[in-house]
């Protein structure tokens, strides 16, 4: 699997959107993107994927750039449950693999 | 959503002893099933997969002997920690693959004195 790159740490304003950058130069083509985040002390939430096109659900949006080396994570209206360690993670197929967690982006934000 | 959960959510014990701990799948069936081990301030590594009706595949460095894993049901996944140390103390969590989303389990904290 591809390997991310992730900034160690973010911070955001409360109610601001927030923005968390991953690049993932070496993604092959059948190579999703995945987003999960870790709350202190429990276990990850699994949060968006995408292949190639941008994705949106209730909880965050994802954008991929067109040659999708990078993507971002967009959490819109960020509270402050929204603290957490936030991992992008690159999927061969989007199948039914053990996950590799690299550190991260711990978010923090900020009231 | 899917929803996983762990049994105990945390546990002490003495070292030697031996600590069993489940994952349960509540609202889907799950043929393959992960158990993750995250030291502080470490991300999460993958520890062994579980398969249901088949041994599991352990990943390089663990222990097949020391951290038991049976997949005995399509919703039941255990984690036995035979003759646990101190250094085995960490937190241990599972996961659920359903339509290639992994779903997690709260997680077990097991101290080991």
């Known amino acids: 699997d591809a390997k991310t790159t992730q900034p160690p740490s973010m911070d955001c304003a409360e109610g601001r959107a927030a923005n968390l950058p991953c690049n993932h130069s070496?993604?092959?083509?059948?190579?999703?993107v995945y987003w999960y985040r870790q709350i202190h002390s429990q276990g990850p939430q699994y949060i968006i994927h995408?292949?190639?096109n941008n994705e949106t659900n209730e909880m965050a949006s994802l954008i991929i750039t067109e040659d999708r080396k990078s993507s971002t994570l967009i959490l819109p209206h960020a509270t402050l449950r929204d603290t957490a360690v936030y991992y992008c993670i690159v999927i061969d197929g989007g199948g039914a693999d053990g996950l590799t967690f690299g550190k991260g982006t711990h978010l923090i934000i900020q009231p | 959503g899917a929803v996983v959960s762990q049994h105990p959510s945390w546990v002490i014990c003495k070292s030697g002893t031996s600590v069993k701990i489940e994952c349960r799948s509540l609202d889907f069936q799950a043929t393959t099933m992960f158990w993750y081990r995250q030291f502080p301030k470490q991300s999460l590594m993958l520890m062994a997969t579980s398969n249901e009706g088949s041994k599991a595949t352990y990943e390089q460095g663990v222990e097949k002997d020391k951290f038991l894993i049976n997949h005995a049901s399509l919703t039941l996944s255990t984690l036995t920690v035979t003759s646990a140390h101190p250094e085995d103390s960490s937190f241990y969590i599972c996961?659920?693959?359903?339509?290639?989303?992994?779903?997690f389990g709260p997680g077990t904290r097991l101290t080991v004195t």
């Open positions: 995408g292949l190639k």
């Open positions: 070496t993604i092959s083509g059948n190579e999703y």
């Open positions: 996961s659920a693959d359903r339509v290639h989303e992994q779903y």
